[in-house]
């Protein structure tokens, strides 16, 4: 086994070795390319473009150009300036790998250079990002790069119409999240005109959070649904039956699995309630569907951890990755409206699905993917069997300050509430800023009451007020500063600290819990 584990490290240290020495040649155009005026610089993306199309040379032969003017181009635009490492991370991403980065170490710059490389072929890149935020944020602040540099870039959202993700899809390059652009993907497999389908091909994706979308998501299904008529009050009647059943003597709930299934004592007290002799006879299957859906509901389904009630009241599903909002997202099979009938509700039609697939499906469509994250050694072998793709570990320019403490157990949840409040208040008074994680609304909301009773002013971010997310990441680095945050501010977040937070300890993060996924934790 140890003979092994010295076989690979050195078979992945002679990797970055090969990748060390290609990163010199990217870095040798440096002092030619800073001489060179804007309009020089910016015609090296024609002249590219033109060997390309001409067919006389190829993405490897002119990579380590390439590279360099992305570089400069970066430096010229948002005064930013690759590293060596980070030009061996976007080697990685050219060859259609996954390149692993500490949190801190600049994924979001890295990824430029292999965008730019493979934007020159003209077939579109695309950026995936896992929310709309980050999206947002990376096609405005990287975008300046490319537009600088002559190339187009465009930005998917779901409030655009199709005409505008079709012209988003157009650009050289687009950034989008990895939901929307599946979505794309079914609807334009449900039109019967060409004209009306807004991408162009799957060629090149540069994955953002790699091991969120193509592990912890992959096998989520992506469906787009159609209306099936069917009583609300069915719904309702089945909800009101359930909830004078009393759990393992009327029905018992599997936690791993997420179902729940009735006892005899349950299919007695069904039988007795609807009026039939035999619960299991054909023609109440739909009967048995509906209570089984309404049990799940209101025993396995809790509001504000798989979902929430909006201002509208209107069930919004949360993303339980992101913590976000899933807008326009509902559960199939008429787990939907047993919610509805539940949280009482104006409950919708039942849908049937008329297109689905997985990320996994999805996503192995493409050409050629690369991905990032700092999470993803873990994962290696899943990766490299299912999307033929290696892991590499980029090493940190920097040492690494970080500092992970031991975990701290508690006995009870008020104890641990009450000790993560003393914990917290400690590092306020000292001026240190903190960021609390938790894993659900639920939970966000219990803290958030706490901290107000002990007098310790906090921002709160959640699905419910996603709108703000930028405003309170923003501040979160901030002397004093207390934030309490689901995994929203988990993935892609960038706090600046100030030296003098700095000197106080930098960003205390707090986590309340462990996520169902240890690279959330990580």
């Given amino acids: 086994m140890a003979n092994i584990i010295e076989s690979i490290f050195h078979l992945e240290k002679r990797e970055l070795n090969r990748y060390a020495r290609e990163a010199d040649r990217v870095m040798s155009y440096e002092k030619e390319f800073r001489a060179l005026t804007d309009d020089q610089l910016r015609a090296k993306t024609a002249e590219f473009q033109q060997k390309l199309k001409d067919g006389v040379a190829t993405i ?14 970066a430096w010229r635009t948002i005064h930013q300036f690759p590293f060596k490492v980070q030009i061996i991370g976007a080697l990685v991403l050219n060859d259609g790998n996954v390149a692993e980065m500490r949190t801190g170490e600049g994924k979001t710059l890295t990824a430029t250079m292999a965008v730019y490389l493979n934007a020159l072929t003209g077939n579109g890149v695309h950026v995936v990002t896992v929310n709309e935020y980050l999206a947002s944020r990376d096609a405005d602040w990287m975008g300046n790069i490319y537009r600088f540099l002559g190339l187009t870039v465009g930005v998917n959202l779901a409030s655009k119409t199709s005409s505008e993700k079709k012209e988003a899809y157009a650009c050289d390059i687009t950034y989008t999240t990895n939901s929307e652009l599946g979505f794309d993907y079914l609807r334009d497999n449900m039109t019967q005109s060409v004209e009306s389908r807004v991408l162009r091909g799957l060629k090149y994706a540069v994955i953002d959070e790699a091991d969120s979308i193509l592990i912890d998501e992959s096998r989520t299904p992506l469906i787009i649904s159609g209306g099936q008529k069917s009583a609300a009050s069915q719904y309702v009647v089945a909800d009101r039956f359930v909830k004078v059943l009393k759990p393992e003597i009327d029905f018992t709930v599997d936690i791993k699995t997420k179902t729940c299934n009735l006892t005899d004592s349950g299919n007695d007290k069904a039988e007795r ?59 199939n099979d008429g787990l939907q409206q047993a919610i509805q009938a539940k949280e009482g509700v104006e409950i919708k039609q039942e849908t049937t699905v008329l297109a689905t697939i997985t990320y996994q499906n999805f996503f192995r469509l493409y ?132 030296d003098e937070v700095r000197e106080l300890g930098g960003l205390c993060v707090i986590g309340t819990e462990r996520h169902e996924s240890r690279r959330i934790d990580n």
């Fill in 60 to 73: 490897n032969d002119i990579k380590y150009e390439a590279f360099a003017v992305a570089r400069e181009g």
């Fill in 273 to 331: 309630m609807f009026g039939i002799r035999n619960l299991y006879d054909p023609e109440n299957q739909e009967l048995v569907h509906r209570i089984h859906q309404a049990l799940k509901a209101n025993f396995v389904m809790h509001r504000d951890v798989e979902y929430m009630v909006d201002k509208d009241r209107q069930i919004q599903l949360i993303d339980q990755f992101t913590g976000r909002i899933m807008k326009g997202r509902e559960y």
């Fill in 367 to 498: 050409k050629k993917m690369s991905g990032m994250t700092g999470t993803a050694k873990t994962e290696e072998e899943e990766f490299e069997k299912i999307y033929n793709m290696k892991v590499i570990t980029i090493p940190t320019n920097r040492p690494i300050q970080r500092i992970d403490d031991v975990d701290y157990i508690f006995g009870t949840h008020q104890s641990k509430l009450k000790g993560l409040v003393e914990e917290v208040k400690a590092r306020y008074e000292k001026g240190q800023p903190v960021l609390i994680g938790t894993v659900s609304v639920e939970s966000n909301e219990e803290i958030s009451a706490l901290l107000t009773k002990a007098g310790i002013p906090h921002e709160v971010l959640n699905a419910k007020n996603q709108a703000r997310e930028a405003e309170i990441i923003s501040h979160a680095g901030e002397k004093k500063a207390v934030t309490l945050a689901t995994n929203m501010a988990g993935r892609g977040t960038d706090i600046k600290l100030s």
